[in-house]
């Protein structure tokens, strides 16, 4: 069965730091996609970036970076020099080959504090 | 391009009536996705549509239907409402829905039952 979880329920920087939110999946499919969404209160998903199963290279998008690792079924999210503007609440999700729905994690609430 | 929309944004409703919400997604976009957010159960998978036809469904009672129409937009439809379908309902949109592609997803709309 899929499963997404992200253990961290919240956590809380300062502005300027650097914080790595973590997601560990079970998948039992070879080809599964990853995603990564922020919520802010207004409550829209908003999507941030996302990976397929065949390609752990691992990459950075201005603030944003990511670490896949088939190995440890993680695929974690870094912000660098966070923002005042990155407080949200944000998810992981899995989707697996062949379905049309994604499975999501219970999130984790970041806070940065100005 | 526009978002996805979702109306109404807010809605009240007593135990036992029904409700209809509505979505629209991003044009050209011909699957449409309904998730439940709450917060003892987070972001869940209701249905998905494409080219009106239901393809997938979660775990959810028969209370909860949908449809779509010809021009993608979608609605759905809780009947004999209960105080647990008290939450955040939310829509994506994306052109298959094949797993590999990112859904766009709308405001939501804010569902309390009293």
């Known amino acids: 069965a899929q499963k997404v979880t992200q253990a961290q329920t919240e956590i809380s920087v300062v502005e300027k730091e650097d914080v790595t939110l973590d997601c560990v999946y079970e998948t039992r499919d070879t080809t599964y996609y990853l995603f990564w969404y922020k919520q802010p209160p207004s409550g829209e998903l908003v999507f941030l970036i996302r990976r397929n199963s065949f390609d752990e290279q691992n990459e950075i998008s201005g603030r944003y970076s990511w670490n896949f690792q088939k190995s440890t079924s993680s695929f974690n999210f870094t912000i660098t020099a966070s923002q005042v503007v990155d407080s949200a609440v944000y998810f992981c999700a899995l989707s697996e080959g062949g379905t049309y729905k994604y499975i999501f994690g219970t999130g984790t609430r970041l806070k940065v504090l100005a | 391009k526009a978002g996805v929309t979702q109306t109404p944004r807010y809605l009240i409703k007593t135990r036992g009536q029904q409700v209809t919400l509505s979505c629209s997604p991003i044009?050209?976009?011909?699957?449409v996705s309904w998730y439940q957010q709450t917060p003892g159960q987070g972001l869940q998978f209701l249905f998905e549509y494409f080219s009106e036809t239901q393809r997938n469904k979660g775990n959810f009672p028969g209370r909860f239907s949908g449809r779509q129409f010809s021009n993608s937009r979608s609605e759905m439809n809780v009947s004999t409402l209960e105080l647990g379908d008290s939450a955040l309902y939310l829509c994506?949109?994306?052109?298959?829905?094949?797993?590999?592609?990112?859904?766009?997803f709308g405001p939501g709309t804010r569902l309390l039952v009293l």
């Open positions: 044009s050209g976009h011909r699957s």
């Open positions: 994506a949109s994306s052109f298959w829905a094949t797993a590999q592609e990112t859904q766009y």
